[in-house]
């Protein structure tokens, strides 16, 4: 078993190597982003059909660690690791259900939805996570001297990094923007018993302290900037393909913040086709919200200049970025998978919400935005009736219950509550319920 993996740069005329136990974020040489590249050449060694056969055997087994949906796939994500130094959760492995009534209600009946908020912490962070966590452990297991693992976050990145850490008994420390994460995700790192600092800025502005804190080597950065935690959420594709059966699906829609989860989408499916497991690559569509678009507008410039947007409020609060980190890695993938950029404002997430809950789902604002930007598509005629089309769900909704109680109690600011449903008040008598039923069940 000679799998390996290392850091690289980014930079295609720079592509300087570090080992993986490397404390490093950014490249020495340049400055550009680092990606953890694997011996491809090995992974090739063994046939695509041996490695299907492997992935199904461990799926959902108890074998340590390869229950895991991410760990299942261990020589494809971080062979480095140990497996003594593995933090899991059997994390993974999350449902990939046919939406059948939403879909034929907008004319695409080969609808799914991947439910990665159905997962430990509530959201697909777990993902990577698990990962990056494994990886400070594996590096405190060498030798090295870190005192506590750190991250900025819009909510999702914090508890994940929280429970992970409380498992493998690390220091935690998180970095929030006071007052514009939910409730539920304020109450999860303070659970898990992080040192929880409540900033009064935006996610932009805690990023910039935690990268001043970190550059103290002894506090490691979790942020997605750091790229192992690409190397789990790269098995969200990995995973869909298995689910139907090993190929790929012709579209799939993701909501886009700091742009690190359509990184390793794309990154899970180029691994797939270059081990022959797939031959066709599906359509990439980034979800923004229109109040933090910097993607989307860099899209429509026809990828010309770049500019960092200041980011407005959105429901979407995980997403609410205007620098996205992931960048260029983003872009390139979007190039290389025939990629679109659509955005959604804050009436049309909210109502694509309701309306995915109206078909059974209990969609985050995200997976709304998300939403919002396959209607658009489907609308133009851009996605067509025949196309399969895999929508990314990256958070539980549970963890956005206020946003969902003021929708359906009209309370959203400068939103139109259209499928509002609140419940009715009535006495406590048959002749009133009678009444209401009579009322309401009309067709
Ligand atoms: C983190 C997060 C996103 C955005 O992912 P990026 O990798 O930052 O683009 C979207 N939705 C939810 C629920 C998240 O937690
Ligand atoms: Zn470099």
């Given amino acids: 078993m000679g799998y390996s993996a290392w850091l690289e740069c980014f930079d295609e005329k720079c592509k300087a190597q570090y080992d993986l136990t490397e404390v490093i974020y950014n490249c020495r040489e340049c400055g550009s982003l680092l990606q953890v590249v694997h011996d491809r050449d090995e992974l090739i060694k063994t046939s695509a059909n041996q490695w299907i056969r492997t992935f199904e055997e461990r799926k959902r087994k108890n074998s340590w660690p390869y229950g895991s949906g991410v760990w299942k796939m261990k020589e494809w994500v971080m062979p480095r690791v140990e497996n003594e130094n593995i933090v899991s959760m059997f994390e993974g492995e999350s449902n990939l259900f046919w939406a059948e009534r939403l879909g034929k209600e907008i004319g695409v009946p080969d609808l799914w939805i991947k439910l990665c908020g159905n997962s430990h912490t509530g959201s697909f962070k777990d993902l990577g996570m698990t990962v990056l966590v494994s990886m400070v452990k594996q590096i405190i297991a060498e030798g090295g001297d870190i005192r506590a693992v750190a991250c900025a976050s819009t909510g999702d990145t914090s508890a994940a990094l929280s429970a992970y850490c409380a498992a493998a008994g690390l220091n935690s420390v998180v970095f929030l923007p006071r007052n514009k994460i939910s ?16 900033l009064d800025t935006d996610f932009d502005g805690c990023m910039k302290i935690v990268q001043e804190v970190t550059n103290d080597n002894t506090i490691y950065l979790a942020n997605s900037k750091n790229s192992l935690r690409i190397e789990g959420q790269k098995t969200v594709s990995i995973e869909i393909a298995q689910q139907f059966d090993w190929n790929a699906p012709d579209v799939i829609v993701i909501p886009g913040g700091n742009l690190g989860n359509i990184s390793a989408i794309g990154k899970g499916f180029l691994l797939m086709e270059h081990v022959g497991i797939i031959s066709k690559r599906p359509k990439i569509v980034c979800a923004q919200a229109q109040n933090a678009n910097p993607l989307y507008k860099h899209y429509k410039s026809g990828w010309n200049d770049f500019e960092p947007v200041a980011a407005k409020s959105t429901l979407a609060s995980a997403i609410q970025i205007g620098d996205p980190v992931s960048l260029k890695k983003a872009v390139t993938i979007l190039k290389k998978f025939d990629g679109v950029v659509e955005q959604a404002s804050e009436q049309e997430l909210a109502a694509a919400c309701a ?18 930007a396959l209607f658009k598509m489907v609308d133009r005629g851009e996605i067509k009736k025949s196309d399969k089309v895999v929508v990314i769900s990256t958070a539980h909704g549970l963890k956005f219950s206020q946003f969902k109680i003021d929708y359906h109690q009209n309370n959203l600011r400068d939103i139109i509550s259209e499928h509002a449903n609140e419940p009715k008040i009535i006495p406590a008598n048959l002749d009133d319920v009678k009444k209401a039923l009579d009322e309401h069940l009309k067709n």
Avoid: F, K, W
């Fill in 183 to 198: 409730p539920e995700q304020l109450i999860q790192p303070i659970s898990n018993g992080s040192l929880v600092l409540a």
């Fill in 355 to 372: 309306r995915g809950d109206r078909t059974g789902m209990y969609t985050c604002p995200h997976t709304g935005v998300a939403l919002a």
